[in-house]
């Protein structure tokens, strides 16, 4: 019998990369987002537009016991949307009602697996304070004081198919990504992750120029690739562990360590311009020692490699003119 697939947010970066391996592996995908796929068409059998907060289009996308359904429709971007303050409610509003919807009709229709993407913002920013330092164990999520209100709903909603898990039966997994980047994803517009926002700003920028970053550049973070992130995903979802899990890299960096890998990549020097704006936690690094031990496996590609794939993407999405 053919396997089936359900990819909720199967128009956005991690998404649509998701469904081009769960076709590779042979399974029937339905994709199900607000909006198409931005960098090219989706390669998922059935693609439906749709907007999952709303509870009667959810009955109409989820008909069916899909072998396999993965929930990463969310409300979400950088720094510069999460942080701002702006936003929150929108947040959790659209994040946590597409959760309710999606974990209840899963349960109904009796599906045989879930996976749901949470994220590292649900750590402690107290545990975050050392950049050279930070504490994301899973098991110190707990007391929980997320850094953001995007960070408590994904905590919130962990506890959601945990419960739906406890009291229903239903099969869920469960991981915490940690900063995943790569090709296809957003690149401007105020969404974007740092790094593609500094290989952007790198690419536009003229030898001899300067870079804008937010803050004193001393934050240190852990990026993950992109096809890393599907492989923990793919072999999370497969295996009798329920998470959450830490899906990310212990390669962890300054963001000003990470200006000048880009700019080694693209053969440019820049001055740096610090500028007031937000930032996030000090430190932030993906601990893989669970991942490893109940999954015998955790990402090995280096950071420069990936970053010099990313950067010559957008570079090429770039007017020829800015690039």
């Given at each position: 019998m053919e396997r089936t697939a359900l990819v909720c947010g199967a128009g956005g970066f991690i998404g649509s990369h998701l469904v081009a391996r769960l076709k590779r592996d042979g399974l029937r995908v339905r994709g199900v987002d607000l909006k198409l796929p931005e960098y090219g068409e989706s390669v998922a059998d059935e693609f439906i537009v749709?907007?999952?907060?709303?509870?009667?289009?959810?009955e109409r996308v989820i008909d069916r016991d899909f072998h396999e359904v993965y929930q990463l429709a969310a409300d979400m971007g950088g720094a510069g949307y999460i942080f701002s303050g702006r936003h929150d409610a929108d947040i959790i509003r659209?994040?946590?009602t597409i959760n309710l919807n999606v974990a209840d009709l899963c349960h109904r229709r009796r599906v045989g697996r879930v996976f749901f993407s949470s994220s590292a913002c649900v750590y402690p920013a107290v545990n975050q304070a050392d950049p050279d330092?930070?504490?994301?164990?899973?098991w110190s999520a707990y007391p929980a004081a997320p850094d953001s209100e995007y960070g408590w709903e994904k905590l919130?909603?962990?506890?959601?198919?945990?419960?739906y898990a406890r009291n229903y039966g239903m099969t869920c997994r469960i991981a915490r990504y940690h900063n995943i980047f790569g090709p296809s994803g957003t690149w401007d517009g105020g969404k974007e992750k740092a790094p593609a926002a500094i290989c952007r700003k790198v690419a536009q920028a003229e030898h001899g120029?300067?870079?804008?970053?937010?803050?004193?550049?001393l934050q240190t973070r852990s990026f993950l690739y992109i096809e890393e992130c599907i492989e923990g995903t793919i072999r999370l979802m497969r295996s009798d562990f329920?998470?959450?899990v830490n899906i990310g890299s212990e390669e962890m960096v300054s963001i000003n360590r990470l200006v000048d890998m880009v700019c080694e990549i693209a053969g440019k020097r820049l001055r740096k311009r610090h500028v007031a704006g937000p930032t996030g936690v000090r430190g932030r690094r993906s601990d893989n020692r669970l991942i490893a031990e109940r999954l015998d496996w955790q990402p090995t590609q280096r950071l420069m490699d990936g970053l010099e794939k990313t950067y010559a993407w957008i570079e090429s999405q770039l007017p020829r003119s800015a690039a």
């Open positions: 749709a907007d999952l907060r709303q509870a009667d289009v959810c659209n994040s946590a330092n930070p504490n994301c164990a899973e919130i909603s962990e506890r959601l198919y945990q419960s120029g300067e870079i804008e970053i937010w803050g004193d550049g329920a998470g959450p």
